[in-house]
């Protein structure tokens, strides 16, 4: 029912900035909670960043992430984007795109229902 497609993933300096997308398909993007989440070699997937549905407006970041990189969704485009800043050589990893009809605990991997392939982003020093 949904399809999810992350592009923008690249390689950048320390310092740099990438910006991510996710593209969904389907005819209910407003009403799913979009979440970022990322997972380096040899460690376990984290959560990153998330956006309630369009009328909650709610937004969370896991403390790594904080003033550096903000996630925003246009719901005309039915997609979901996250801006990083000042990139640091351990955000280098994997990140995922995900969608899931949810109201809390938004940091939890369970609660999505839908998942991207992801995309690399590599980080160098």
């Known amino acids: 029912q949904v399809r999810l497609v992350e592009s923008g993933g690249g390689l950048v300096q320390a310092g740099g900035s990438l910006r991510l997308s996710c593209a969904a398909s389907g005819r209910a993007f407003s009403s799913y909670s979009m979440g970022w989440f990322r997972q380096a070699p040899g460690k376990e997937r984290e959560f990153v960043a998330a956006?309630?549905?369009?009328?909650?407006?709610?937004?969370y970041y896991a403390d790594s992430v904080k003033g550096r990189f903000t996630i925003s969704r246009d719901d005309a485009k039915n997609t979901v984007y996250l801006q990083m800043n000042s990139l640091k050589p351990e955000d280098t990893a994997v990140y995922y795109c995900?969608?899931?009809?949810?109201?809390?605990?938004?940091?939890?991997?369970?609660?999505?229902?839908?998942w991207g392939q992801g995309t690399q982003v590599t980080v160098s020093s």
């Open positions: 956006r309630a549905n369009s009328w909650s407006r709610g937004v």
């Open positions: 995900a969608a899931g009809v949810l109201y809390r605990e938004y940091a939890e991997e369970s609660k999505y229902d839908y």
